[in-house]
């Protein structure tokens, strides 16, 4: 058994680090909130605009289709991944990274590289794959401006013909608990598969291809920006999730080193009172 010593150390220890663990959680928490209404508020407004110029590109002509839509033949991938700066966020970026692993090798012999927005992506797949790119300092002033200068260069990107698709990869937010690993096709454009709205008799002013090429570059920064935003909420879910269990972890084994610890100094004062009475004992004797 451990000495008296050595387990107050490590009660000591065991409380400097649950008292870290709980304020990261409650500033996580705090963050979350704030986090969460964004991404809840903006997320109808990017859905909606994807599924109109879905719906509208499927009725362009091919010769009259924007060139975000051009469907080739796919030599060159680009994966962007989501993570965060941080770690200490339980599994969120290593899921990232694994199903950025699988989405490469999912194209296997096409030429794959990678746009890492966020530390944690950048230092893991830099050792398998070409980085293009290192976006993570958007995340010290996440605003659609800034997302926006990111989105313009990986459409330059496709425009030029460098990459022939690109595929986003990242966390999105369900609930403080809950984020689901998504991969979403970001270039080029997938034309709505149902037609719902396709076939509905519109009137368009001005004309359906200069609607879309207006808005199509509007609607693919909105779309990059909802995906961060979507992993920013999630970061600090999973944070705050992973901070709370490691609390609850910290509280039990300081409980259970208290415990030891008392056992410890109650045999110890036994052995010394036994001590004394012995050596009394042998005086008398």
């Given at each position: 058994?451990?000495?008296?010593?050595?387990?107050?150390?490590?009660?000591?220890?065991?409380?400097?680090?649950?008292?870290?663990?709980?304020?990261?959680?409650?500033?996580s928490a705090a963050k979350l909130k704030k986090a969460q209404d964004a991404i809840t508020a903006m997320r109808?407004?990017?859905?909606?605009?994807?599924?109109?110029?879905?719906?509208?590109?499927?009725?362009?002509?091919?010769?009259?289709?924007?060139?975000?839509?051009?469907?080739?033949?796919?030599?060159?991938?680009?994966?962007?991944?989501?993570?965060?700066?941080?770690?200490?966020?339980?599994?969120?970026?290593?899921?990232?990274?694994?199903?950025?692993?699988?989405?490469?090798?999912?194209?296997?012999?096409?030429?794959?590289?990678?746009?890492?927005?966020?530390?944690?992506?950048?230092?893991?797949?830099?050792?398998?794959?070409?980085?293009?790119?290192?976006?993570?300092?958007?995340?010290?002033?996440?605003?659609?401006?800034?997302?926006?200068?990111?989105?313009?260069?990986?459409?330059?990107?496709?425009?030029?013909?460098?990459?022939?698709?690109?595929?986003?990869?990242?966390?999105?937010?369900?609930?403080?608990?809950?984020?689901?690993?998504?991969?979403?096709?970001?270039?080029?454009?997938?034309?709505?598969?149902?037609?719902?709205?396709?076939?509905?008799?519109?009137?368009?002013?001005?004309?359906?291809?200069?609607?879309?090429?207006?808005?199509i570059p509007k609607s693919l920064k909105t779309q990059l920006f909802k995906a961060i935003r979507d992993s920013?909420?999630?970061?600090?879910?999973?944070?705050?999730?992973?901070?709370?269990?490691?609390?609850?972890?910290?509280?039990?084994?300081?409980?259970?080193?208290?415990?030891?610890?008392?056992?410890?100094?109650?045999?110890?004062?036994?052995?010394?009172?036994?001590?004394?009475?012995?050596?009394?004992?042998?005086?008398?004797?």
């Amino acid at each position: 058994m451990a000495n008296l010593k050595e387990i107050r150390n490590r009660i000591s220890s065991v409380s400097s680090t649950m008292q870290i663990t709980s304020a990261m959680k409650m500033v996580s928490a705090a963050k979350l909130k704030k986090a969460q209404d964004a991404i809840t508020a903006m997320r109808p407004y990017a859905d909606k605009l994807t599924e109109l110029l879905q719906n509208l590109s499927a009725t362009l002509d091919a010769d009259s289709g924007s060139k975000f839509a051009d469907q080739r033949e796919v030599k060159n991938v680009l994966i962007v991944a989501i993570t965060s700066n941080r770690g200490l966020c339980g599994a969120f970026n290593s899921n990232i990274i694994k199903q950025a692993n699988h989405l490469a090798n999912s194209y296997a012999g096409k030429n794959v590289s990678v746009v890492a927005i966020g530390k944690k992506a950048n230092d893991a797949l830099s050792k398998e794959y070409e980085i293009l790119a290192n976006e993570s300092t958007v995340f010290d002033d996440l605003t659609f401006d800034n997302v926006a200068q990111i989105a313009e260069r990986l459409m330059q990107k496709f425009e030029e013909g460098s990459v022939d698709k690109i595929e986003l990869v990242y966390n999105k937010f369900k609930n403080a608990a809950t984020q689901i690993v998504t991969t979403e096709q970001f270039l080029p454009i997938v034309p709505s598969a149902d037609g719902t709205d396709a076939n509905q008799d519109y009137i368009f002013e001005p004309t359906k291809v200069e609607i879309v090429e207006t808005l199509i570059p509007k609607s693919l920064k909105t779309q990059l920006f909802k995906a961060i935003r979507d992993s920013f909420a999630s970061e600090h879910g999973a944070r705050m999730t992973a901070m709370h269990k490691a609390t609850d972890n910290a509280t039990e084994l300081r409980d259970q080193l208290k415990l030891t610890y008392n056992k410890a100094r109650q045999a110890a004062i036994t052995n010394e009172i036994l001590e004394i009475v012995g050596g009394a004992e042998a005086l008398n004797n």
